[in-house]
């Protein structure tokens, strides 16, 4: 196994960190890394904010479901789907740009979480632990005023970084599901019961798979942090959404008149 694919098997989320910072170097390797990444016509529709206030970590920490480890990161980065700068550039043309929509938002979130997966892996070759934290998407109201969000421009993820502790070193990574569970060929194909069951089979801790299901069920799907996800998304969501719906009615409307 190469060392690309080792540093990808091995690597997990760290959680804890030790007292040594991340030199500036170090930090402008993983920065430069992630805007390597692929991106939709080179147009890099992302901004990412690196978060050096300590009192914006930890801002952070509590918003995004209470967690320390946040603000003891030593490097934490938010990758935003930024569906606004290019606005901006072709206003500077004197253009008329139409406001964005879904199918906007959805290729710039795109675009941001591949170049976050490229900032993770660059970290890891140098030996700097990260995690990913999705609870950044919750608590829009507090959120865009903490980051000063603009309109269309939305926090698809971020990415806290330090030196792991021993023990993050020792702890076992969590295994993954087997190709097969996961990889259809051609064409999506659902499960039956029995290879669900399947799945699942020495995962549960000892548990029955309907026990353990329900626990993580209500942990995770009916859990406080997910439903203020959801809402917290769906507020995002609705500038785009509403320009969505009102291109569509243009839309019929234009079909109907070229009908008549």
């Known amino acids: 196994m190469n060392p690309t694919l080792q540093s990808l098997h091995t690597r997990k989320s760290t959680r804890a960190f030790t007292d040594a910072p991340i030199a500036g170097e170090t930090r402008q390797a993983i920065l430069t ?30 918003l995004c479901d209470h ?15 930024d569906c606004q700068k290019w606005l901006t550039f072709y206003k500077e043309a004197n253009l008329s740009p139409r406001e964005p929509g879904a199918g906007d938002l959805l290729l710039a979130v795109e675009d941001a979480l591949i170049a976050a997966q490229n900032a993770v892996v660059a970290a890891e070759s140098m030996g700097v632990g990260s995690c990913y934290i999705g609870d950044v998407m919750e608590n829009v109201e507090e959120m865009k005023v903490l980051l000063q969000l603009p309109e269309y421009v939305y926090p698809a993820c971020m990415l806290v970084f330090g030196y792991p502790t021993e023990q993050q ?10 190709l097969s569970d996961i990889v259809c060929e051609n064409t999506y194909r659902s499960k039956d019961g029995q290879k669900i069951r399947a799945m699942f089979e020495g995962r549960t801790g000892g548990q029955g798979y309907d026990q353990w299901m329900e626990a993580f069920w209500k942990r995770k799907y009916e859990s406080d942090f997910s439903n203020e996800m959801n809402r917290s998304m769906e507020a995002y969501l609705k500038a785009f959404l509403q320009e969505t719906k009102s291109r569509g009615s243009r839309n019929e409307n234009k079909s109907e008149k070229t009908n008549q």
């Open 67 to 81: 967690q320390p480890f946040i603000a003891g990161a030593k490097m934490v980065l938010i990758f935003c789907a």
């Open 169 to 178: 070193k020792r702890r076992p990574k969590p295994e993954r599901f087997a």
């Open 33 to 62: 890394a992630a805007l390597q990444a692929p991106s939709a016509g080179c147009q890099l529709l992302y901004t990412i904010l690196d978060i050096t206030d300590q009192a914006k970590k930890e801002r952070l920490a509590v």
